[in-house]
């Protein structure tokens, strides 16, 4: 099937893939007058006597908002926040069939960061948490710590968090395969911006203790002016071995590489300079830093990508509907670390010791099972770490 032309011609027939559904029947005067005036008086009264009311008279506390500005949507780059619709729409629908949560796309027309925290802020109070999508870097690192200071909802943004979970669930498994331990790895990861950066960071709590990032450039190093504020900081933490030069320089000896950057960047030789067995996830789409086949056939004991149409594809469905629905549930006031360490652990373990094998490392995106077990590690782990407004039986 060529999914992009079958694609655009199901697009025209939906004309959109969610719906605003009334949750009530309003088909008498005595239903009108309670879902509407004059009975709704008394829960707007209710609320205005006490805000955290709106998180249980309406549907705020299931609600939370797909937001872009369209610069960097789905490999496409800046193609504008209409244009980022379908996307948005799309992880809608998403977050409707594997989590239950109501989402709603919005497409903002601006590209200055300060005009973007402050609409955001100004829409916080009609939803529950908030999901950022597809904003470009370095922008998006300034916009997602604003506002997680100065809201009290939890505010995610999916293409940084939500692909380190998922990359560190299919990392925990590989090493099972290969039998390593984390704090012995070293790491490579390709691409600097959101995804990248935030992969790194993660890693790095989780226990890693070498990552070596690269951009277009080669490798970062710390000491390096030319780079932007959110390489500098990272620059700091990444690199002790203090490599100098390209890619194929960093990938020698290497354990892991991690690709969220271009097409068709890494050779069979650069598979073959690294460690035995290693483990590679190119997460470059529609077209991975490496074909699948060729990195298998230079050495690779475990290659992950972005692809639905391959063996283990890494991709952040399996966390942001089970992340959101877990941290909703308990009216969470932050997704924090551990929070998102639950989420990997949950993915990670949903694949048993009998499954597992080079071709099935994690779960795939559609299965219900794994979306439950994020939920409920997730809001566990909000409970334990003092996050959580409600405290429900886990």
């Known amino acids: 099937m060529n999914y992009r032309e079958e694609s655009l011609k199901l697009h025209g027939k939906w004309q959109g893939k969610i719906e605003v559904v009334p949750r009530v029947e309003v088909d008498s005067r005595e239903k009108l007058s309670l879902a509407y005036t004059p009975g709704v008086a008394e829960p707007c009264l ?22 872009t500005d369209g610069t960097a949507v789905l490999g496409l780059g800046d193609i504008g926040p209409e244009a980022g619709m379908p996307v948005m729409e799309g992880k809608c629908a998403l977050f409707k069939a594997f989590g239950g949560v109501d989402a709603i796309p919005l497409c903002i027309r601006s590209k200055d960061a300060e005009e973007i925290i402050r609409t955001i802020k100004l829409l916080a109070g009609s939803f529950g948490g908030i999901n950022l999508e597809d904003i470009s870097a370095p922008r998006c690192f300034e916009i997602e710590k604003r506002l997680k200071e100065e809201l009290d909802i939890p505010v995610f943004h999916d293409d940084q968090h939500g692909t380190a979970v998922v990359t560190a669930a299919a990392l925990l498994n590989a090493l099972r395969l290969v039998d390593k331990k984390v704090e012995d790895l070293e790491v490579v990861i390709n691409g600097a911006g959101a995804a990248g950066i935030a992969i790194a960071k993660f890693l790095l709590k989780l226990g890693v203790k070498n990552v070596t990032l690269c951009d277009s450039k080669g490798v970062i190093c710390e000491g390096d002016e030319s780079l932007n504020a959110a390489k500098k900081e990272i620059a700091k933490l990444t690199n002790r071995r203090h490599v100098r030069g390209k890619l194929q320089d960093a990938m020698k000896g ?13 050779t069979k030789e650069m598979i073959r300079s690294m460690a035995e067995s290693p483990i590679v996830f190119t997460c470059a789409n529609p077209t991975p830093e490496i074909a699948r086949e060729d990195a298998i056939e230079a050495g690779a004991a475990v290659v992950g990508t972005g692809s639905s149409e391959k063996p283990n594809q890494i991709n952040n469905v399996l ?32 694949v048993a010791d009998e499954e597992l094998n080079p071709d099935y490392i994690l779960p795939y995106a559609y299965d219900l099972k794994a979306h439950e077990a994020v939920a409920k590690a997730v809001a566990k782990a909000a409970v334990e770490t003092g996050v959580a407004k409600l405290k429900p039986a886990l």
């Open 254 to 266: 290497a354990d892991v590489f991690v690709g969220v950057s271009v097409a068709n960047c890494v």
């Open 319 to 350: 966390v942001f509907p089970g992340l959101f629905r877990g941290a909703l549930d308990v009216r969470a006031t932050d997704i924090n670390f551990e929070m998102m360490l639950a989420a990997s652990k949950a993915i990670a373990a949903c």
């Open 46 to 67: 209710a609320i205005h006597k006490d805000i955290d009311k709106s998180f249980e008279l309406t549907r705020r506390w299931n609600t939370v908002p797909v937001i």
